[in-house]
């Protein structure tokens, strides 16, 4: 099974603050990967897929980028609203795996 | 707009079966693959099980294989799993979500496995 491994199991930052959270994957996985926001008791939220591509709906202040099998998801601007739980998917093969998730509080 | 209902939860006793539906709208059900995702209390997102638009193909995870079956009827815009042998670690909300990028989510439905 392909691993996939978020470092960050929390991170604090401030209002503004430029955030990064990444994911490393155990193999290449090409593209086949996707972003997930989830707040308390919420389903999760689809922000980025196909590594760079941002989701229907999702603020331009939200960004995904990829080095070889190392992926990220950077908040430009970090606003109240975007505290929350923040998962990594790939969906190049079966099984799907997501990371472990990294927590985003606010300072 | 895109719906998935998610219905049939509770609590089960371990070995037991149970069978949870997820009520699908606002697109066409029929051109899409669909994927259950499930997530333990307090703990991460896990991929459950993949059917394809017409139901021809299906895929699971190795804890489930041989216990879980997805199944779709596309007439009534519905997907189904079907849990046997139910333990104790099959805990967890179940959700149900569209298969391209898990672009849409249900509000999950609450499976307890507890004697």
């Known amino acids: 099974d392909i691993q996939m491994t978020q470092s960050l199991a929390s991170l604090s930052a401030s209002l503004e603050e430029i955030v990064t959270i990444t994911c490393q994957a155990s193999q290449d996985i090409g593209n086949w990967l996707a972003w997930y926001q989830q707040k308390p008791g919420k389903s999760p939220q689809l922000l980025i897929h196909s590594a760079t591509s941002l989701a229907d709906g999702i603020p331009s202040r939200f960004s995904g980028s990829r080095s070889g099998t190392q992926y990220s998801l950077k908040i430009s601007r970090l606003q109240v609203e975007d505290t929350g739980i923040y998962y990594c998917?790939?969906?190049?093969?079966?099984?799907?795996?997501f990371g472990a998730g990294t927590k985003l509080e606010l300072k | 707009e895109v719906q998935l209902v998610e219905s049939g939860g509770g609590l089960v006793q371990p070995g037991r079966s149970m069978k949870l539906s997820c009520a699908a709208s606002?697109?066409?059900?029929?051109?899409?693959?669909m994927a259950w995702v499930r997530q333990a209390p307090t703990k991460g997102l896990e991929w459950v099980a993949t059917?394809?638009?017409?139901?021809?193909?299906?895929y699971y995870r190795d804890s489930v294989k041989g216990r879980f079956t997805i199944s779709r009827d596309n007439a009534k815009s519905t997907l189904y799993l079907q849990m046997n042998s139910l333990r104790s670690e099959d805990t967890a909300t179940y959700y149900c979500?569209?298969?391209?990028?898990?672009?849409?989510w249900g509000q999950g439905t609450l499976v307890t496995v507890s004697s």
């Open positions: 998917l790939q969906r190049y093969s079966n099984p799907y795996t």
């Open positions: 059917i394809s638009y017409d139901g021809s193909s299906t």
């Open positions: 979500t569209r298969e391209d990028w898990f672009a849409y």
């Open positions: 606002g697109f066409t059900f029929s051109n899409y693959g």
